[in-house]
DNA sequence: CATTAATCGAGACGGTACGTCTTGTCTTGCA
DNA sequence: TGCAAGACAAGACGTACCGTCTCGATTAATG
């Protein structure tokens, strides 16, 4: 995570004790009282830190809520064998991931305030979408290696169907994410394989 | 939309242009200032008039948020004869929501705090939710009346997908919706239709 | 007391069941909960009527204090034979006025609007400072009259005296008003035998 | 003054800067516009801090007007020689005081809400009237040992009395206290002289 | 070892939004 | 017209939050 000011080389240097209670509070406050409660006073409260070792670190308070809550949350999707399983293990991975409360507390937050800060969208798109986006395409890229798929598809919608279908449910609608992944890996890879 | 306090029978009736003053400001100022520039103190003079006015309609910001840019925008869908022509509509239909700024940033800056606030949650999914839902299954109703589809789709997932993927694209990816609709309605199509 | 509005001589009559309402929620609540209990809103409530029916009948907030807490609160001093005994009364008289919370109150709270409202401190000297200087040299009078007084004092500096005494006993030093007539009479009687 | 929380010994000491600026602030609002015009907001614009440096400082708009108007406003008389004298250049100072606007709209301002406030009423006594009757009983004692009176007479009669007297004079009566301090004086005297 | 420079916790600072309250006016329907 | 009820515009209240700054005390690396 590119840092507010880059520490310097001299003088004491930063603690690394103080940014992992910098995550953890931030993760802890999102959970507990959501967006609302995320005060940068109850972070550095929680933490047992000052408000300048936060501001010494991000610029601002959506910079450390996408380091604590956005930043590193997407892993590599496993080679199951086929593009079904693939798909299954993704939509488990990004249910359980959306189903964190400081995750999608953080997450939502946010959105909000991407339209008008545009800076935020960069470092939101770098963060999250970029790698969600690569991972989704080598998914899809082995699936056609495989000889499962004749194309490779629009990565792009399928990224947004994919992502944007559990977002809705979870969020949007607020149903029970249990038995998604397999409904939805069903209905996207039926809507893949019928692609010409 | 449900009041603060519903309006007694007795006393001043509450005045139209009050109301109709309220929604107009909130849209204005959600869409030149975004979810960051709408007060209520800048409602209040943008609209003409007190603080009281507005807080004696709604309980808190969001609801007055809710019912300005949220209560409804839902259009029913016009049969134009088949469901992918029913689905491009559709999809058209809900990017041209999200596309106004003072509804996106309105809707976007709700969603954070749906997380934490139930009764915000029961009526967002009350005016927004339902109608899309109920909306949705009219399409699919049709097409399986037409024959298109040999059995009524899972309406839930379907909601889901579709008005996910656009909330994606738009707001998480914010990529241009320009061909959307027809790349969307085309792979939901393919989807539904290869559904045994 | 001299109405916001006269009231016009056709139509429906004022009721005096209303201004002995008003009249009589402002003492109760200026006794109950002082200067600050003391608004519009609960002064309609108590007396069961419409804020409208205030403002008929008095312009401001202080016009309502001032007919319910000071109008007609200066009663004629009785002649005991003596100069020591009329002060005594007299002094009587205005500890019994001012220890009343609603007089107390409404008078103080109006003191601190003296200041910046001629109109206000105009009527308020009619109402109160008026007949009690009249009651003052009326005793004085019998005073010279009878004899014990060798000529006519200065009237307004008694005046002063005399009623600040009893204002700064009661509310700035805030002291037990049980002895205070006989002693300030005596000291006062003395002040103006004194005078050559 | 006692403070709303009192400053603790870590972090950033308050600023003295600050403690002046919101005093100059009051004093000048308090002459300008009076009691009315004197609102925590515009104490803040003109003295150009926040809100907050106020309420760090004072629990309540009374607090901060007695630190302003009232505190440390009671010099010592110096000693004329003669009782009549040291009472003249006392009736000029109480005189002086009461007359300067900011002092008089601030003390009016708090009297109406003395009554239903023991705590400031507390405050009050211990600012204001504590000194004002340590000084006074000075004047008084220093006329005994001159010879001049014959006994210590009763202190707080006299309190009462001659800073009663100003009071209803200035704001009661709201007469010109141009000669009052001779006339009160010569009065007072007298009254002492003859008490036996 | 002594100096230097950035760190740390704590909390004050200016600015600003919040939701509530109050004042004096206005607008209903009923009497 | 008067009346009870209550909506209206304006604006103050005291609280909370953000991002910056200032204090005295630490803590490495450098001279």
Redesign the pocket.
């Known amino acids: 995570m590119a840092r507010?000011?880059s520490?310097?080389?001299?003088?004491?240097?930063?603690?690394a004790?103080?940014?992992e209670?910098i995550t953890s509070a931030t993760r802890e406050l999102l959970a507990e009282a959501g967006h609302?409660?995320?005060?940068?006073?109850?972070?550095?409260?929680r933490?047992?830190?000052?408000?300048?070792?936060?501001?010494?670190?991000y610029?601002?308070?959506?910079e450390m809520v996408l380091a604590a809550a956005v930043e590193g949350t997407v892993p590599a999707t496993p080679d199951t064998g086929s593009l079904l399983g693939d798909l299954t293990v993704l939509a488990e991975t990004v249910v359980a991931r959306l189903s964190h409360p400081a995750a999608s507390n953080g997450l939502l937050g946010l959105l909000g305030e991407l339209g008008t800060d545009a800076a935020l969208a960069g470092r939101f798109a770098e963060l999250l979408i970029e790698p969600e986006r690569a991972g989704d395409e080598l998914v899809l890229r082995r699936a056609v290696d495989r000889g499962e798929l004749a194309a490779m598809p629009d990565v792009e919608l399928f990224h947004a169907v994919f992502g944007g279908a559990v977002l809705s449910w979870i969020f949007v609608s607020r149903l029970d994410p249990a038995d998604l992944p397999a409904r939805l890996a069903r209905f996207t890879c039926a809507a893949l394989r019928a692609e010409r």
């Open positions: 507010h000011r520490p310097s080389r001299t003088g004491r240097p930063r603690e004790r103080v940014d209670a609302h409660g995320l005060t940068m006073d109850a972070v550095a409260r933490a047992g830190i000052g408000k300048a070792a936060i501001y010494r670190r610029a601002t308070k959506q």
